[in-house]
């Protein structure tokens, strides 16, 4: 694996907490703008937690408290988390730009606030609305609140960047074999 940087401390000792290195998001995040490019998007809304972890590194604590990234096609992500899941988020994570909603008050409106900031409102987006996935309920009351915003299916780029394994997932993959293999070992 590639060398791991910024590790927080705990009880004074450096431990990484993250899945990957900082690189390895890079790159998944510059293949899936490669693609973004591809079908014209301005930016990709993601909101199943198994893509955001693919794309962040965090894993959400709930399916009750919705956690978003938006991927714009220039420039860095940003998230949307509950204020609750701010630490943990920031511990799990190589993305700086993290916003928050209040416990239990989840609306649009962070989400439409930062589509705002970061000029978006009257942009493509893609977002995860078909294919293995159920429509996001968030992707779809923003279409009916953000009439100037266009949103479509962007769940094949998804598919795509999690079919194509890169090296480090690989070598991840080999490992976990390689236990495997080793506990059935053991097991007979």
Known sequence: MTSRTSWPKVNNLSVDL????????????KRAKTLMLKMG?????I???????LLT?????????PVILILPKEGDPTLIVNTFMESGTKRYTWIKDIRTYELQKFNLDPVKKTLKNLRLTNATIGAELNVSYFPSAISVKLQQELPETRFID???ILLEL?????????????KACEITGNAYDQLF
């Open 18 to 29: 993250h899945d990957f290195s900082s690189e390895e998001y890079n790159c998944r995040q």
């Open 162 to 174: 999690r079919a194509v394994k890169t090296d480090a997932e690989i070598q991840c993959l080999r």
């Open 47 to 53: 909101t199943e937690n198994a893509n955001y972890r």
């Open 154 to 156: 962007a769940s094949n």
């Open 41 to 45: 998007l301005d930016a990709l809304l």
């Open 57 to 65: 590194g965090t894993r959400p604590v709930t399916k009750t408290r």
